[in-house]
């Protein structure tokens, strides 16, 4: 760990932003007893997040926005499981010609902020930030900038507390 405290002393926001603000590469982490969610910078820039208690699996979130049918993902679930090989479900939904690129870009981009609105209303746990880590094997990463997301994130917070 090269960085490190409590979410009660300092908010995901401010956490954030130091990380931004400092332009550091690597993977920073918010642990709460319920879930942990880990984040992925490159010089600074938000590039990857994921969450063990995620809403929605892409599949499903796909379904969800009209994106693919419920045929379809059943489908490539189906041959993933025949096939007994674990290949990621957005080059299958590719390869099969019911997703274009740019589509599952999309939706991964927006699981991506969906975490980042989650975890700024976290108000306990602590945060951890390993220099230099980086996501393995995703080739899909996020292209917003990170203040654009947190103001987003703050002002949903705001609205539901209304």
């Given at each position: 760990?090269?960085?490190?405290?409590?979410?009660?002393?300092?908010?995901?926001?401010?956490?954030?932003?130091?990380?931004?603000?400092?332009?550091?590469?690597?993977?920073?982490?918010?642990?709460?007893?319920?879930?942990?969610?880990?984040?992925?910078?490159?010089?600074?820039?938000?590039?990857?997040?994921?969450?063990?208690?995620?809403?929605?699996?892409?599949?499903?979130f796909l379904v969800e926005?009209?994106?693919?049918?419920?045929?379809?993902?059943?489908?490539?679930?189906?041959?993933?499981?025949?096939?007994?090989?674990c290949g990621r479900i957005?080059?299958?939904?590719?390869?099969?010609?019911?997703?274009?690129?740019?589509?599952?870009?999309?939706?991964?981009?927006?699981?991506?902020?969906?975490?980042?609105?989650?975890?700024?209303?976290?108000?306990?746990?602590q945060f951890l930030l390993?220099?230099?880590?980086?996501?393995?094997?995703?080739?899909?990463?996020?292209?917003?900038?990170?203040?654009?997301?947190?103001?987003?994130?703050?002002?949903?917070?705001?609205?539901?507390?209304?």
């Amino acid at each position: 760990m090269d960085f490190g405290g409590d979410l009660s002393v300092l908010e995901p926001s401010l956490v954030f932003q130091v990380v931004n603000m400092a332009g550091i590469t690597g993977e920073l982490k918010f642990v709460t007893p319920e879930n942990v969610a880990s984040f992925y910078f490159k010089t600074g820039e938000l590039i990857y997040a994921t969450i063990d208690t995620r809403k929605k699996k892409l599949g499903e979130f796909l379904v969800e926005k009209g994106w693919i049918t419920r045929g379809q993902l059943e489908t490539v679930l189906s041959e993933s499981l025949t096939a007994k090989r674990c290949g990621r479900i957005g080059h299958s939904l590719i390869a099969h010609s019911y997703l274009d690129y740019e589509t599952l870009v999309a939706a991964v981009s927006e699981q991506i902020k969906e975490v980042v609105y989650e975890v700024l209303a976290w108000k306990r746990g602590q945060f951890l930030l390993m220099k230099g880590v980086l996501p393995k094997d995703e080739d899909i990463l996020l292209d917003v900038k990170l203040d654009y997301l947190i103001l987003e994130g703050l002002k949903r917070i705001d609205e539901a507390d209304e």
